[in-house]
């Protein structure tokens, strides 16, 4: 919920936001490279490489968009796609929304930059920060982030070619592990960890029959609506008691 305690100053809340994003550079590094070389194998220009991370900054979707201009497909085709893989962010929205008061034009920057990692560091540090979440952690978290998707961006363009492939590092799992500990804190009943075990099962049963972006607003949206009846139940049967 929107606490009512005043928050914190913006920039000391901004440099806990981006420091806590920092452990998360080391596999941001090697997407951001091989996003630059699959974009410059697609035939983008250096500029029109880094043009898209600075405007779009969707890892997902930057990959998906190199891809299909490699493969001709159409402008509709493109936005298309990027769209739907990205309709998790309207879930991550109404759950900040929750957690911290925006004005407008703080609602279109913090829109503009979020990600999954900041999302998911918001939701857990950013009820332990003075005065509850505020718009400083966020985008400190956001643009943390964002420079270095954006240097490694720029020195996958540059260097693209004497760069060993970013997938043979073995850096891919750092992701997975990073978002596993930050869920782990947030499991402190039984409806938590009902609602995050069938959350995960279903995603990798819709995983074998539909497509990323798909599967992650489908189990998003089921698991929501899952802790909403499991949550409501509770609070019956304690008011009943």
Do not use: C, K
């Not at 069938?198 to 609506?225: D, N, Y």
Request: without cysteine.
């Amino acid at each position: 919920m929107v606490t009512a305690s005043p928050p914190s100053p913006f920039w000391p809340a901004f440099g806990r936001g981006f420091r806590a994003l920092l452990p998360l550079w080391l596999g941001m590094v090697p997407f951001g490279v091989a996003y630059a070389i699959t974009a410059r194998a697609a035939g983008l220009s250096v500029w029109e490489t880094q043009l898209l991370s600075l405007t779009v900054f969707a890892g997902a979707s930057q990959f998906a968009a190199a891809g299909l201009f490699g493969a001709g497909a159409s402008g509709w085709g493109i936005v298309a796609t990027t769209f739907l893989l990205n309709a998790r962010h309207v879930l991550y929205g109404l759950s900040l929304a929750r957690q911290v008061r925006l004005t407008r034009g703080e609602r279109l920057v913090a829109a503009q930059f979020l990600t999954d990692e900041a999302y998911g560091v918001a939701v857990v540090s950013g009820p332990r920060e003075p005065g509850g979440l505020s718009f400083g952690f966020l985008l400190g978290a956001e643009l943390s982030l964002y420079a270095v998707w954006n240097a490694a961006t720029l020195a996958g363009a540059l260097a693209g070619a004497v760069l060993p492939d970013p997938a043979a590092l073995g850096v891919g799992v750092v992701f997975p592990l990073a978002f596993l500990g930050l869920l782990v804190p947030v499991l402190t009943d039984r409806p938590a960890v009902a609602v995050a075990l069938l959350s995960g099962l279903g995603a990798w049963g819709l995983s074998r029959v539909l497509p990323g972006g798909l599967v992650v607003l489908l189990a998003g949206v089921g698991g929501a609506l899952l802790g909403a009846v499991l949550v409501t139940r509770r609070g019956g049967a304690g008011e009943g008691a």
